[in-house]
């Protein structure tokens, strides 16, 4: 505790101290707090994300009727953990646009099931849920759900077929006055409701438009989750799915909850997964200010916070090791600066290349933090460009020689004596220091660009109708999966294709690899895909985000299984001793 | 009717001449503001949520934003006097059940502050003139020096830092209702309470001393000296009473400022009030909530006032030619 | 009046508090030698020489950005307060003189403004015209002319009932004489200890504006180097929101103390502080 009043004494004595003894300047600097940029090695390792849960878990708690965990001697399934958030969930209807966020995402979770779903230890595999096991037809294009048959809701109704269909039906056609989020992806395959059929309770047959790669996963995403018929459709429409109205069939049930302050979970001892959950119960404590969240967990009043930036991750490794883990993965997400491609000057791709060519990752390390080394699918998961593919991608090399190429780009494009621009941002910190990077990093080269900082409402205005030259942004995937990334981004009329970019050869591209279903072969076509998105220099991304997870020593099963977010956190395996 | 009746009266039909103007104010302040709700909603979790431009559209005509500002305004105000203040855009949930539970936060928030912000500042205010030009003087003007001058959202976030770091103390979490929990509700909100307290303390503090100053020095009190009375009777007796009278007027002025400053500071100590429901409407563009508490927070500001108007004339009836 | 005014201490410590603010203001950008882009190599380190202050999360020198911050910080306030003064001044002055319906009418809006949470009205103002310095000046100036319009309105309403001002009437001097030889002069003392102390309260208002994510980015301001992202390293780089907090109450202190010594020279309104 000691070490930031030390710092913040030292803070306020400083500047007067070393104003007397200017004339000293070799004398050591204190409390120097420095990002420092994993080696390379590490970065180039990154594809196994899981590296500290995967090696606890055994595969065999993967698949079904999970054991306690591996140290189940010492666990005490009982106790509290307490999560501090910035903000209410908005909605615990999380297929819908409103519950988007992780901080709807992380509190609804816990009380709710899916048809299948995305391991915890592991973002990249799908395991059984309230289906026991499935089979697809040979054509790919038919599925066969069996349920378990010992589900039962919180209200204790057994849960039916009936269930799933009206879940996946309401995700297909959304109801009267709701808007479908991120689980509007599933539409694609299954764009009709008579496609989803229940021939008894037990069973749920699903048909595909097409033999669809990305199916199984998108139905395992957290945003496909499974809600009672009945009782939601007694729901008045206008009125979305509150946190303590949600039934559910997920290992805790609502308990007490304050808007604004508090949300409790209790324990569901009717939970299919037998002696699950570990932990008695689940609090959701809303704390808006980053450095109260921080301060709650140095005194020990929450368990864990589900982000935090390098700077104070480095401040509880060095301050209170041993008493706080700071877990880092990689993060489905990452910053990124996009040029506008329909007007002068970014519609010339010489300025592109010049542009991207300016940005050093090393310096995106110690400016942002460390991230990770990766081009257009997130690195660490099954999809993303290996390190020795990466490496053969301009960006990647010299940085200086780069850096001189981009000029020569620039004087060939008529701009030899560089050229004016501007940068357009939200008025978020992150944002802000995000853009002011890369305007340093664009300075390199020549390139003098303004920031300027945009209320973010309006910013939303302004990069879907593309009134900007260049944005610095910020992205957070859902799921570490080429369609939900592909699509959205980089297909001619993807929602967050804010560049423009717009080419028919990659969208005939992107739909192929969405119909193939030998992996090999798909990652063949996707490797090919991100060496055309990241040569076209639209959406340039300079580097990809860590997750910064600090959980408190005495919890367990808290590591990020996985780069994504929003998945696996059901916390039904965590446990506190 | 008694003349200062009729002045109340002509007072109470002023007042709701205000609500009706606050009404317009409400509406139209986030109108102006470019934008919307739908687009409000994507921006609050930049990189995570994205809606196409048809279901951009579509969520718009769900909403009634795709109707005229005058029809909107007639059918809310149409709610209002059907008491009926809508629904949230941002939770669906209506606002009555929404915002009922924060009034009472940001009011025992508010009205803690006033409380510690009265008896700290005459306390000090009447011992500092007591002891004018003394060391406990000079001490207590420079430290309201300092109050009215240091941010009071800075002055929280430091508080917080510095007892989590040196007495391993965390105050900023955990509200609880004051009829579930008296005990950890106190420890919750009073230390919000004090830092919000800080500014009007001062300002009670600087009225209160230059009130006593002037009554010590007064006529009335050479009399009584001039009767043996004791210093600490004349004091307390006769120069604290005179004195108190401005104190109170400046808290009450203060009050607008009470409310303003919770919005903040709810933020810092993450206290569930009407400030932070207010801040995350109008990021959100909620147009229904931030109408609502927009009208709410003006109502509160004009019954402050009305019901000091009505000390006063009770005090004094001559307060009604000045105004 | 000038006399008594720079002859107390208080007084004095506030214009000297102003002076070093100002000194500040031009030897601080001095500090930066990287042209506002940052030294990556020294990002976030402690106070020690050549960064008395420290650097930020991109290796920028602290100090030389509070001092750009504070530029922003009294520009915003000298402008809030002149801009606000004067309309102010100048509608309450009117609305005193010459009352009537238009007073009435301007004494609801005033009513109405006042009673809406300062925050509130500059957020939603904000809005319209984006997180810049200037829609923050109009935001404020939005805000804080209902108080000064009162302010002047009642000091003019008291100068009417005064004697010599009857007695100008009496003896025929027109409206604007009255105004203009009797009133505003009168009502000037009042005006300038609002107006002053105004210079402090924006810069304030402003960082709770940038506080709650409505204020201008960057060093545009010392709210702007609160509210942004130091908040989220508080605990690992405490210097970054401990110097400008500092800042910006010796930026208000300074005002008080010049408000409070205008007050007392000017004596009859020596209690309206």
Known sequence: ?577 | MSASAHYLIRRAALSVLTLWLITIIAFALLRIAPGDAVLAAMARSPGEMSLSAAAMEERRADLGLDRSYAAQYLSWLGGLLRLDPGASIATGLPIGPEVAPRIAVTIQLALLSALTAGLAGTLAGVAAAAWKDGPFDAAARTLALAALSAPAFWLGLILVLALAAWANIFVAAGYRPIWDDPAANLTRIMPAATVLAARPAALVFRIVRISTVEILESDFIRTARARGLTETRILWGHAFPAAALPGITALGVQTVFLLSGAVVIEQVFGLPGLGRSLTEGVLTRDYPLVQFLVLLFGFFALLTNFTMDAVYTRLDPRVRLAA | MMKRFVASGATRAGLVIGLCLVLMLSIGPQMDETDGRGDLQNTLSGPAWPHPLGTDQLGRDALARVARGLRGSLLIGISVALISGVVGGLVGLASGFWRGWPDLLLQRLTDALMALPLLVMALAVIAVTGPTRAGVVIALSVAFTPLVMRVVRSSALALQQAGHVEAARASGATDWHVIAAHLSPNALAPWAVVVSTQVGGAALAEASLSFLGAGPGGDASLGALLGGEAQTYAFAAPWLIVWPGIALALVSVSANLIGDGLARSASPFSRRN
């Open chain 1, 1 to 577: 505790m000691a070490p930031f009043l030390i710092r913040a004494a030292m803070s306020l004595l400083l500047p007067a101290v070393t104003a007397v003894a200017a004339c000293a300047p070799d004398s050591p600097p204190p409390a120097t707090v420095q990002a420092t940029r994993p080696t390379q090695t590490d970065a180039a390792q990154v594809p196994d994300p899981n590296s500290v849960a995967t090696a606890e878990a055994s595969p065999a708690t993967d698949s079904q009727g999970y054991g306690p965990n591996d140290e189940s001697s010492e666990a005490k399934p009982r106790g509290v953990l307490r999560i501090a958030q910035a903000r209410d969930p908005t909605s615990c209807d999380l297929p819908m646009a409103q519950a988007t966020s992780y901080q709807s995402v992380h509190p609804c979770n816990p009380m709710l099931s899916q048809i299948v779903r995305i391991s915890t230890d592991d973002h990249s595999a799908v395991i059984p849920d309230l289906a026991l096991s499935w089979e697809t037809s040979s054509d790919g294009a038919e599925w066969k759900f069996t349920l378990r048959p010992d589900a039962t809701w919180h209200n204790g109704r057994p849960v039916s077929a009936d269930d799933l269909k009206f879940s996946l039906d309401r995700v297909i056609t959304p109801p009267e006055g709701l808007t479908i989020g991120r689980a509007g992806v599933i539409a694609r395959y299954v764009p009709s409701t008579d496609m989803v059929s229940t021939p008894d309770t037990a069973t749920l047959l699903v048909q595909t438009d097409f033999p669809a790669a990305s199916f199984l996963p998108n139905l395992a995403s957290v945003y496909v989750s499974i809600y009672p018929r009945a009782e939601t459709e007694e729901l008045s429409p206008p009125s979305m799915m509150q946190f303590s109205t949600v039934i559910g069939s997920g290992p805790f049930t609502p308990g007490p909850a304050t808007r604004g302050a508090v949300y409790s979970l209790q324990r569901n001892p009717q939970y299919y997964e037998p002696g699950l959950p570990m932990l008695n119960e689940v609090r959701f404590l809303v704390m808006p200010h980053p450095a109260t969240r921080m301060a709650a967990l140095q005194t020990r009043v929450i368990d864990t916070i589900a982000i935090v930036t390098e700077p104070e991750a480095m401040v509880l490794e060095q301050d209170f090791a041993g008493e706080v883990n700071v877990y880092r993965s990689p993060s489905a997400g990452g910053n990124t600066v996009q040029l506008n491609l329909s007007r002068p000057p970014f519609n010339d791709p010489i300025v592109r290349r010049a542009v991207a060519l300016a940005f050093s990752r090393a310096d995106a390390d110690l400016a942002l933090g460390p991230g990770y080394d990766g081009a257009i699918l997130p690195p660490g998961g099954p999809w993303g460009l290996s390190e020795e593919e990466l490496l053969k991608l301009e960006g990647y090399g010299d940085k200086n020689a780069e850096r001189d190429q981009a000029r020569k780009l620039l004087a060939q494009a008529g701009y030899p004596d560089g050229m004016e621009t501007s940068i357009k941002t939200q008025a978020t910190p992150f944002f802000q220091t995000l853009a002011e990077f890369a305007a340093g990093q664009l300075s390199t080269v020549g390139i003098r660009a303004e920031v300027t900082t945009v209320e973010p409402v309006e910013y939303q205005r302004i990069i879907r109708s593309g009134e900007f030259e260049i944005i610095a942004h910020s992205h957070s995937f859902p799921l570490d999966d080429p369609d939900s990334i592909l699509i959205d981004h980089y297909s001619c009329d993807g929602n967050e294709n804010f560049p423009g970019l717009c080419d028919p050869e990659l969208d005939r591209m992107i739909n192929r690899q969405s119909r193939t279903l030998d992996a090999a072969q798909r990652k063949t076509i996707l490797d090919d895909i991100q060496r055309s998105i990241w040569h076209a220099n639209a959406k340039i991304w300079f580097q990809w985000s860590s997750r910064r997870t600090p959980v408190l020593s005495n919890v367990h099963a808290m590591e990020p299984g996985g780069s994504s977010l929003y998945q696996g956190r059901r916390l039904e395996r965590v446990w506190i001793d």
